[in-house]
């Protein structure tokens, strides 16, 4: 037995979460793709087989009422918010990312341009250029439609792009292709500083890091459940409003499912005075119970501990990798510091799209990312540390090939 595999029985036996992953319906293989699809929770089709048969199928229209249909979007926003940081009443859950990012940026403009002196020249929208694609689209029309110009910079420049132009800045807490985590707290407090709002995008650290969305006074904040948070394919996004700002959120997409009073049917639009007006149409029942029932492995787990592990699974991976990939056949995009790393680990090589379909063929997966990047995620509710021996190991396998 090598080194590296003791060393990996050794974590996986102090391992307090490893428990976890029987709850989780997984294969032979191993999964580090965690951070574009979660792992059905082994609960989740029971629960859904009677959401269909029996809240449907037998309650039909009562269920609204009776089976807590109506108010799904708040109370499975409240089970999300210990998860980011957030105190209950401030996130709903429903609709995409996109259209999450949607209502939130024209939200922050608007918010922008309304307070005090000078608010209402704020004409900038400034958007992270390296940005999950979707974001980027979502804030070009954001800005089309408000009469902003839109700026694209590096992360590491959005301090200095600020001014009193700028009314909106959209940001992402860990890349998607690289793994870098940014600094929450003082980006927030940089835009805040030049009387502007952030919107932070959570997809790649809700349910993988703590976000402390409350202690670092973030205003508005979005994020998906079908990542880290393993809510199903397609599951509904979350949308966070800090409190004190839920007053001031004017939706773009005001939908009756955020009106005040809305099977009053009244032709007057009134919002909801609360992180309801978030909200938008019928919510998607189906995705959205069976979110709520896989967050239940969450019962009990802190995410403060799943960070911890999941440092320990990317410290060992690199370590791993270190030891059986020869130096310079791939370079690592994740940073090394802890500070600066999301719960993946990428890594760049000119084959990676077929080393990847190899690695697949092998059980191991992970995803590759035009043009040149190979992406391994890694969700400590189910991924232990000889899984990540054993990937390193078929990855230089392969490497070598
Ligand atoms: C996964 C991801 C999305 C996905 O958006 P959808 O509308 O759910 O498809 C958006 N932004 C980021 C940063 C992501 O990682």
């Known amino acids: 037995m090598s080194e590296l595999t003791l060393k990996a029985e050794k974590l996986d036996a102090a391992d307090e979460l490893a428990a976890l992953r029987d709850r989780f319906v997984l294969d032979e293989g191993v999964y580090l793709d965690g951070n574009s699809l979660g792992a059905l929770a082994a609960h989740v089709p029971e ?29 499975i926003g409240d089970r999300i918010a210990p998860l980011v940081g957030a105190a209950p ?21 608007r918010m922008a341009r309304e307070q005090g002196s000078g608010g209402g020249d704020r004409d900038e929208i400034v958007v992270d250029a390296t940005t ?15 009469g902003c110009a ?61 976000v402390g969305l409350d202690e670092h006074g973030v205003g508005l904040a979005v994020g998906c459940t079908y990542k880290y948070l393993n809510g199903g394919p397609g599951s509904p996004a979350f949308l966070y409003i800090r409190r004190d700002l839920q007053d001031r959120f004017d939706s773009p997409l005001p939908g009756w499912n955020s ?14 005075a609360s992180a309801i ?35 320990a699974l990317t410290d060992f991976f690199l370590e791993c990798v270190a030891a059986y990939v020869p130096a310079g056949r791939v370079e690592c995009l994740t940073p090394p510091a ?45 991924v232990g540390f000889a899984d990540v021996e054993r990937a390193a190991r078929v990855l230089a396998e392969e490497l070598l090939g």
Request: glycine share 8%; charged share 20%.
């Open 150 to 210: 839109l700026r694209p910079v590096t992360p590491a420049e959005v301090p200095g792009a600020l001014s009193s132009r700028t009314a909106a800045v959209l940001l992402n807490h860990v890349d998607y292709r690289t793994g870098r985590l940014y600094d929450l707290p003082s980006l927030t407090a940089a835009v805040h500083a030049a009387g502007a709002y952030a919107v932070w995008d959570l997809c790649h650290s809700a349910g993988a890091l703590p």
């Open 132 to 146: 999950f694609p979707t974001d980027g689209y979502i804030a070009q029309s954001a800005a089309r439609m408000t």
């Open 47 to 75: 629960r859904i087989a009677d959401v269909v048969r029996r809240q449907w199928g037998e309650l039909r229209i009562r269920s609204w009422t009776e089976s807590g249909w109506w108010t799904a979007p708040e109370r």
């Open 338 to 382: 802890h500070g600066e790393r999301g719960s993946q680990v990428a890594l760049r090589c000119p084959d990676a799209g077929d080393v990847m379909r190899r690695l697949i063929e092998r059980g191991v997966v992970g995803d590759f990312r035009h043009p040149d990047v190979l992406r391994f995620g890694f969700t400590p509710l189910y």
């Open 277 to 311: 007006r978030g909200r938008v149409g019928t919510p998607d029942i189906l995705s959205l119970l069976a979110l709520e029932a896989a967050l239940e492995v969450w019962d009990g787990v802190t995410v403060e501990a799943v960070r911890a592990k999941s440092l």
């Open 259 to 272: 009106h005040a009073d809305p099977f009053g049917m009244r032709s007057d639009y009134e919002p909801a």
């Open 89 to 109: 009443g401030q996130i709903v859950v429903g609709d995409s990312t996109s259209v999450n990012v949607f209502k939130a940026l024209v939200a922050a403009v």
